[in-house]
């Protein structure tokens, strides 16, 4: 009796022999093994950056807005101011007097308070741009950028207050007010709770403060 014939070779297993639903599950996003990036970054594999808290990104916005009120305060006087002084002294001089003076007539006499108002201006722009330049490493959560803002911020408020205190018009108080209130708030903010753990979540993930 001749041998029986021997069985024939397996073959892999094909898509085509899985039951559908064992592909389907395999298949899905969140059943995949998610493979490391190398290099992994320093100190730790693979850790994933932090997501910004609203309350830092809210601070970054408003320093901003101070800058920006700053900016907008010394093109004010740098193209206006002149004739904003002006109108303001003669005001003054119309409600002392009962007279009515007009702004062009003491358009000459504030020659000297000018000049100290452009120096204010160029005051208001330097403060401007170191707050635009420190507004990008806080946002990264660096701490030195903090601890230099929380420096530098009230003693630009300090000088923004006694502009206030002085002999200026009504439009650039209120611009140095809203500037002020805004720089405070963004300190405020930088330094909350969730912005603190942001810094620590982005120093754990190798980025260096």
């Excluded at 969730?194 to 403060?209: F, M, V």
Aim: proline share 11%; net charge neutral; hydrophobic share 45%.
């Amino acid at each position: 009796m001749p041998p029986p014939p021997p069985p024939p070779p397996s073959r892999p297993t094909q898509p085509d022999d899985l039951p559908t639903e064992y592909l389907e599950h395999v298949m899905r996003p969140n059943n995949r093994l998610e493979r490391p990036s190398y290099p992994p970054r320093s100190g730790h594999d693979n850790f994933a950056l932090p997501r910004t808290p609203r309350t830092l990104s809210a601070g970054v916005v408003l320093l901003c807005l101070s800058a920006a009120l700053s900016v907008a305060t010394a093109i004010l006087i740098f193209t206006m101011g002149k004739q904003i002084l002006a109108d303001y002294l003669a005001g003054e001089v119309s409600a002392s007097t009962g007279a009515k003076v007009s702004g062009d007539e003491l358009i000459g006499d504030v020659a000297a308070p000018y000049d100290i108002l452009v120096n204010r201006g160029y005051i208001w722009s330097g403060f401007a741009v170191v707050y635009l330049v420190l507004a990008v490493p806080v946002r990264f959560g660096q701490l030195w950028a903090n601890v230099l803002l929380s420096v530098l911020a009230p003693l630009f408020c300090g000088l923004l207050v006694w502009d206030m205190l002085d002999s200026v018009p009504i439009l650039f108080r209120s611009l140095d007010a809203a500037a002020i209130a805004a720089a405070i708030a963004a300190l405020v903010l930088i330094w909350l709770g969730p912005s603190n753990t942001y810094r620590k979540l982005r120093k754990n993930a190798g980025t260096p403060n």
